[in-house]
């Protein structure tokens, strides 16, 4: 049917992660509600991604778009530096309060990415405030921490990084953790220990290399090595952050402490863009001096943004409440019987699941890469059952709004094994 939203579109728009040849199945969507998506000719969609790993308590949450709403009417934005408000010191005050006792300071930018800049920048400024530069980074093989040039530094190389290949900074690559690797991992630690000036990981799941998991008494023990031989530690939770595994923070699972935690996409309920870069009192007082040039020159136009702490500030307290907490262990719960019930299906590879988060890979001749044929089919036949996945390769995954029914998650673990079946 002719769509003229669609062709508007595609006239002046450019879209992420894109090929703009051939993309001409754009959906134009016209408003949300809960865990509901709706496009301009009225179909309804599930969104059991949460909008790229965002959405928190379903979309148009009248909580957040009246607290949202007022910040507007009273204090839209100001400049953060020389000058602070009220959203910005009560959400850095929560936060700080359910974070790791260490974590004291909070630094705002405006999405994941940044995020990531800022604690990559703060380990390598600390090194040379302190008189002792280090420059090589740890990080996890199949890691992805952003799109920007440093986040694309720490993630793993592929497709998406070769044009840039040579100016991306070096970094030591180790696996994740595992009972049985931990001492050759704990022997690359120790061969770069001196000059590394920070380890980066996604703690417990490994979100865009396909929901790789590993387990966190392994994490524990890697992190416990890094800390003994002095190498600082960034624990990225932008997506694992604000209940997706099961507890608020995936920090919560582990034994040890990072000096530095990054936060977005759920930080605000998937509302309105906001990074925070939490650290250590440690790492900051690297920074506290009469010397000028010992300051962290980093800022952005929108740091702190009043509009986003007022979103992020009403989704926390809909994410404390009890009735949350009870929608999360339900998801756990549906999702754990879901598993149990397609582990040993012939078309299963293998089925992943940490709190909210559930993947299922394909038995499949292709390969597993996001641009392998299977997902180009799983995509489109999820979507005309109204539901909204996002395939990466053989990997079809949930990440759901937790506002979503039991009913819709039926629905969609029926459609699912409907698709084994079929593809
Ligand atoms: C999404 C993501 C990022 C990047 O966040 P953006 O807001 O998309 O820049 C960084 N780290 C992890 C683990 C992510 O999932």
Request: hydrophobic letters at 45%; charged letters at 20%.
């Given at each position: 049917m002719y769509n003229i939203l669609r062709e508007r579109d595609r006239e002046v728009?450019?879209?992420?992660?894109?090929?703009?040849?051939g993309a001409t199945d754009i959906i134009p969507i016209v408003r949300g509600q809960g865990a509901y998506l709706y496009d301009n000719e009225g179909k309804r969609y599930i969104d059991a991604v949460s909008s790229w790993w965002v959405t928190l308590h379903g979309h148009a949450h009248p909580h957040i778009a009246q607290r949202v709403s007022d910040q507007l009417h009273t204090l839209e934005q100001v400049i953060f530096a020389g000058f602070t408000h009220e959203p910005a010191v009560q959400l850095s005050e929560n936060l700080l309060k359910l974070l790791p006792a260490n974590q004291q300071k909070v630094f705002y930018t405006d999405n994941g990415s940044t995020a990531v800049e800022v604690a990559l920048k703060m380990c390598i400024q600390y090194h040379v405030n302190r008189g002792t530069p280090k420059s090589k980074i740890l990080a996890f093989r199949n890691a992805y921490?952003?799109?920007?040039?440093?986040?694309?530094?720490?993630s793993a190389r592929g497709a998406w990084t070769a044009p840039f290949g040579d100016m991306l900074f070096d970094v030591v690559f180790i696996d994740t953790p595992t009972v049985d690797n931990l001492e050759s991992l704990i022997q690359k630690v120790d061969l770069h220990a001196d000059e590394l000036a920070c380890f980066i990981y996604e703690p417990l799941i490994q979100g865009a290399a396909g929901m790789l998991m590993h387990h966190p008494e392994d994490l524990s023990r890697l992190m416990a090595y890094c800390r003994h031989k002095g190498v600082l530690m960034i624990q990225d939770?932008?997506?694992?952050?604000?209940?997706?595994?099961?507890?608020?923070?995936?920090?919560?699972?582990?034994?040890?402490?990072?000096?530095?935690?990054?936060?977005?996409?759920?930080?605000?309920g998937g509302t309105m863009p906001l990074g925070v870069t939490t650290c250590s009192d440690v790492v900051y007082q690297a920074f506290y001096s009469d010397d000028k040039r010992q300051a962290l020159y980093h800022g952005h136009s929108f740091t702190a943004s009043p509009l986003?702490?007022?979103?992020?500030?009403?989704?926390?307290?809909?994410?404390?409440?009890?009735?949350?907490?009870?929608?999360?262990?339900?998801?756990?719960?549906?999702?754990r019987a879901f598993k149990e019930e397609i582990t040993s299906w012939p078309k299963v590879k293998d089925v992943r699941q940490r709190g909210t988060i559930i993947a299922i890979e394909w038995n499949h001749m292709e390969s597993t890469s996001y641009f392998s044929k299977l997902g180009e089919v799983l995509y489109p036949f999820f979507l005309e059952r109204?539901?909204?996945?996002?395939?990466?390769?053989?990997?079809?995954y949930l990440v759901p709004p937790y506002c979503i029914s039991d009913c819709d998650l039926d629905y969609i673990y029926v459609t699912i094994k409907e698709a084994l079946k079929l593809l």
């Open positions: 728009n450019w879209h992420p992660y894109t090929q703009m040849k921490h952003g799109d920007t040039f440093g986040a694309m530094s720490v939770e932008i997506f694992v952050g604000f209940g997706r595994t099961g507890k608020l923070f995936a920090a919560d699972y582990l034994s040890e402490y990072p000096d530095i935690m990054c936060f977005s996409k759920g930080l605000t986003a702490c007022a979103a992020a500030l009403a989704s926390m307290e809909l994410l404390l409440k009890a009735e949350t907490t009870a929608r999360i262990a339900r998801i756990v719960a549906k999702h109204g539901i909204l996945l996002r395939p990466l390769g053989n990997i079809i």
